[in-house]
């Protein structure tokens, strides 16, 4: 759900607590993926969640987001954009009376299962190649192919090259799946050469699994 807000109602609305509303709720680390360099400054949680796999919970409660200086956007006096928490913050240099962005930073509350868990990652799967319809890393396939080894709702997955180990978000590919429930699937025809890089995944589960 994406709303227009103004400063005033984005500070009521989203900014006003802080600290997560139950005690027992944590925090992540900061996070600042991009500058406001192009149309304004994005801190899509997708994005995040794919560069920093296992630091933030797949449903955050809420997101909080300041300057790199540390103010709020009331205090920067800047309007943005934000999807409570299922895609992040926006700033559009558009919609700013300046035309100018602040360059923010966001952090995400997470559920008290989250707080107490700490995540481990397997090893790298590689069971497919793209040479036939494509590169086919699918939870379901891995867990049937390896029996006991992958938990059965991961938290997080990881996607990279198996040459350079390039993140899968920074190839310019277009993927059919991606998410740590369902796996990846890189489909030949969604390319526009025609063919997927062959990719590895891994995932994060809860340790001790
Ligand atoms: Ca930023
Ligand atoms: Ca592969």
Redesign the pocket.
């Known amino acids: 759900m994406i709303k227009l807000l103004s400063v005033a109602i984005v500070a009521g609305l989203f900014f006003a607590s802080v600290e997560p509303n139950d005690a027992t709720d944590c925090w992540t680390e900061w996070f600042d993926s991009s500058n406001p360099s192009g149309t304004g400054d994005r801190e899509n949680l997708d994005k995040l969640n794919r560069k920093y796999p296992g630091k933030i919970c797949p449903t955050p409660m809420d997101i909080e987001a300041k300057t790199l200086s540390g103010l709020s956007p009331e205090e920067a006096g800047d309007v943005i954009e934000i999807s409570e928490t299922d895609s992040g913050f926006i700033c559009r240099k558009r919609d700013q009376p300046d035309g100018q962005c602040n360059d923010y930073k966001v952090r995400f509350s997470c559920p008290p299962p989250y707080c107490a868990e700490i995540v481990c990652l397997t090893k790298w799967y590689?069971?497919?190649?793209?040479s036939g319809s494509g590169?086919?890393?699918t939870l379901g396939s891995l867990r049937n192919e390896n029996p006991g080894e992958i938990c059965e709702n991961p938290l997080y997955i990881e996607v990279v090259t198996?040459d350079a180990m390039i993140p899968a978000i920074y190839t310019g590919e277009n993927f059919f799946t991606f998410n740590p429930t369902k796996g990846f699937v890189c489909r030949n025809r969604d390319q526009s050469s025609n063919t997927c890089k062959?990719?590895?995944?891994r995932f994060g589960c809860p340790c001790g699994y």
């Open positions: 590689d069971r497919d190649q793209p590169d086919w890393e198996t062959d990719y590895k995944v």
